[in-house]
């Protein structure tokens, strides 16, 4: 866990560059990424010229030739302010854009990458607090990271690129990746972001696969294979590539793509065995920019629409929009296409999913529940995205099978996540010391022998009750539905226009409420009306 003082010191190089002039939280994020980064390239190479000292041999692999000495960050950071500043941007900063080859994925992302600390001050004071903070430590780093994106969330639209850490936290959590040979998970989220999945999967492969992981084969998909991420802002591609990288894991897979355009050959199928993503809703493409065959999955016929053109009242032409369709639905679409067949996927879509009336709507619902194995929906508060947004939202479990399997379906009505609902997102459980949100999870309740849900905490946060439940979903058979989680049967499901939202089947009990007679309520009124007066009366007596 990232201590107060390592936050303090995040929270000082955060003011620096806000007093210095960068403002905006993805520039600074930025920038102290590249330090960060400048700053590990010398750990790694001293590392990698002790081991040569032990062995008396030559540096294998280094990062910095003889001549690029004075780009080290051991060797720059205590120079003259001024030369520092001049050394930085015109040479050390040019060499970190090429770090790993010229024609490696890494080399791309940062092809428009731009220095912008505007001062030597500027950066001398940052380099000398970057210097003080003790990263050591793997689990460090992360937190370190998760820290500065967390203040992504009070940063407007920008909040948009980031999934709150708890709820991506529970989504792994419950999907469980594989790392064990062949039988490894390829997982992949095509709306990367900041690679918030990525990053909780790969802490969750770490320490449930501690001893896997020092086998070679295992080490080698680990570090090559296991991770791919999708983005089409550059900016989130870096911070993301930059985010894997800090973590340890030495090649992912983060490429700039818009997933849902065709991409002829190049598209993505049958590929990962496990899809993560919160992608974007509340948007909507145009036919002639998608690939055919989402729209097909969705029931629309694939031909390029042709753009009508109106004639004003003066005889001007003017461009009519021709047919778009959701994001949501088409990302549902594109998952299904990119998982291969056995491959699961967890993914948070909007309500209007799970009930919506159109076509399309119906149709990858359909689609999920007859073609694939629908298992479960859980649906999360509506304040869980505030403050950037309200809007209500669900997670679907889903596996790809094409050959249909669903059977029944567990629901879940989470109603809280260990946060207030509001735009302050206010921490609920008192004395709970958190770094990120993830640490919201108290995991210590599912080693007890009653349900989380039956502890005092529960009301609070329902995502332990999630959990615990998830792990023994045979117990759930005979739970009610006007409890909160419980089986519907598919059969059920599709006679209801393959609606998924939990509404629709709980079951609410209304206590009864017994009144007074009317006679007893008019007594009681006239007794309130006597003494009212009385009171009107010692008064008009004091005057």
Known sequence: MLTGKLKNQVDEVWEVFWTGGVTNPISVIEQFTYLLFIRRLDEIHTARERQAMLLDAEVANPIFSSEQEKYRWNKF?????QVMFDLVKDKVFPFIKTINGEDTSFAKHMTDAIFMIPKAQVLDKVVNLIDKIDM???DTKGDLYEYMLSKLQNSGTNGQFRTPRHIIQMMVEM???KLDGNKSDIICDPASGTCGFLMASEDYVRKQFKNELMKPENSYHFHNKMFSAYDFDQHMLRIGAMNLMLHGIEHPTVEYKDSLSDHGEQNISDKYTLILANPPFKGSVAYDELSPDLLTALGKTPKKAATKVEVDEDGNKKKKKGPSEKTELLFLALILRMLQPGGRAAVIVPD????????????????IIEDHKLDAVV??????????AGVSTAILFFTKTNSGGTDKVWFYDMQADGFSLDDKRTPLIKDQELTTEADAIDTSLLDEDK????HETHKLNNIPDVLYRWQQLGNESERKRTEQSFYVPVAEIISNDYDLSINRYKEVVYEEVKYDEPEVILKRIKELQQAMDKVITDLEAML
Do not use: C, W
């Open 77 to 81: 950071k205590n120079i003259d302010p």
């Open 352 to 367: 209007g999913v799970l009930f919506g009336s159109t076509k399309s709507h119906k149709e990858i619902r359909k689609a």
């Open 379 to 388: 649906s999360l508060p509506s304040g869980v995205f505030k403050p950037y």
């Open 175 to 177: 999907m469980q990746p």
């Open 136 to 138: 050591d430590d793997r």
């Open 451 to 454: 349900a989380p849900s039956e």
